[in-house]
């Protein structure tokens, strides 16, 4: 963590950033309090983070306000506009590394919250470059000093994609454990064997955060982008769609498909295209590639606890899923396919590639495990749990 910066250090901060040499060189996160009011604590804490992100690009704005005395725009106007709260706002979870509450107070019926930020000041400043959030071009040097910091899109659009992806821990983070159920199925001297039943099942709400944030992205870098629907073709507990149906395009072979919706044997996907003889897009949609081919497969944690919550067992273990599909990061709702063209797949739902043929399961994944632990161990446990 960095050193805490109050607000009589965030107005020292404002008046030494007096270059574009200096703002080049803003530490890559920044500690700020700050306060946020609602109706409710969900609402007041995300006032509080907004109100970070506006003290956070206050200073950015006056910063660059020093270059050219021509720039009048204060940080309060900037962060009215609908420009700002569309391209700033929306990215919050990309730019806020994490946050602690450290108050809570209800003043009669409305939450008033307080929070200590830790912010990605080098995103929030690039980002600000990219959308031309109050800055102006400018002459001679300072036009050049511009021009050679968004060079560095290239290297920002991609880091930002992988800061969303890790922020939503893609594709993991849109799973979550279900039911656990358990029995004795056999016993043997002094040990007894447990059966364990799991069921791992798709977490919509994170999967649509991860979506809304991501596409903000996409759409801005992307050559063009689509929504395509199909018919499915049902193979047991899988749902089928042949490659070659879906839509391409000869001159943007590189390809992000985001599942919206499956109805009806049908199923709706987002297409956005990238063009390899583009850059910055090229840069944007390799980041996802290398962030699917990162992935390995989960190990799942089981452990039981007594009622004072002392471990008596604990063990990982990795597991097949139903159908047979091996639990690995891409099975689990993120893809690539060189098959028709450069292909990577989302979806909240397990995914598999066949010769020519996309599966999709839309059942939740039950895992099975056989444990066969002392009988006191099991006598003395009152609480299961799992994780991956």
């Known amino acids: 963590m960095t050193t805490r910066i109050s607000y009589k250090l965030i107005i020292f ?44 690009t206050g200073i950015l704005v006056r910063s660059y306000s020093s270059l050219d005395s021509s720039l009048t725009i204060d940080a309060s106007s900037v962060v009215q506009t609908e420009e700002f709260k569309e391209s700033i706002l929306t990215f919050s979870r990309a730019f806020i590394k994490d946050y602690e509450i450290t108050s809570v107070s209800d003043l009669s019926g409305m939450f008033e919250v307080t929070i200590t930020a830790i912010i990605r000041l ?107 629907t199909m018919k499915l073709e049902e193979s047991g507990d899988w749902l089928r769609a042949q490659l070659s149906d879906l839509i391409n395009d000869q001159n943007c072979r590189y390809v992000v498909r985001i599942l919206e919706d499956i109805s009806d044997s049908k199923i709706s996907l987002k297409t956005y295209f990238f063009s390899s003889r583009d850059s910055i897009e090229y840069s944007l949609w390799y980041q996802l590639k290398q962030h699917v081919e990162s992935l390995d497969s989960y190990n799942f944690v089981i452990t039981l606890t007594d009622e004072m919550r002392n471990v008596l067992f604990h063990s990982e273990l990795k597991n097949l899923a139903q159908g047979g599909l091996l639990l690995n990061g891409a099975g689990l709702g993120l893809i690539y396919t060189g098959q028709k063209s450069n292909q990577i797949l989302l979806a909240p739902a397990p995914l598999y590639i066949e010769p020519g043929i996309l599966k999709i399961n839309t059942q939740s994944q039950q895992l099975v495990w056989r444990l066969t632990l002392k009988k006191e161990v099991l006598e003395k446990a009152k609480k299961i749990s799992v994780d991956f």
């Open 13 to 56: 901060v404002i008046a030494t950033l007096v270059s574009f040499t200096a703002l080049a060189r803003v530490e890559d996160t920044v500690e700020i309090d700050a306060t946020g009011y609602g109706t409710t604590l969900e609402e007041s804490t995300d006032n509080a983070i907004k109100h970070a992100l506006e003290l956070a």
């Open 122 to 228: 080098k995103a929030l400043e690039e980002t600000m470059l990219r959308n031309r959030i109050g800055v102006k071009n400018f002459e001679g040097d300072k036009l050049l000093a511009l021009f050679e910091a968004n060079e560095k899109i290239v290297e920002n659009a991609a880091k930002l994609a992988e800061a969303i992806l890790n922020d939503f821990d893609t594709p993991r983070g849109y799973w979550r454990i279900g039911e656990i159920s358990t029995k004795i199925i056999g016993t043997e001297g002094e040990n007894a064997t447990l059966e364990i039943v799991v069921d791992l099942v798709p977490d919509i709400e994170s999967y649509m955060g991860l979506v809304r944030e991501l596409s903000e992205v996409l759409e801005m870098v992307a050559s063009k982008a689509i929504t395509q």
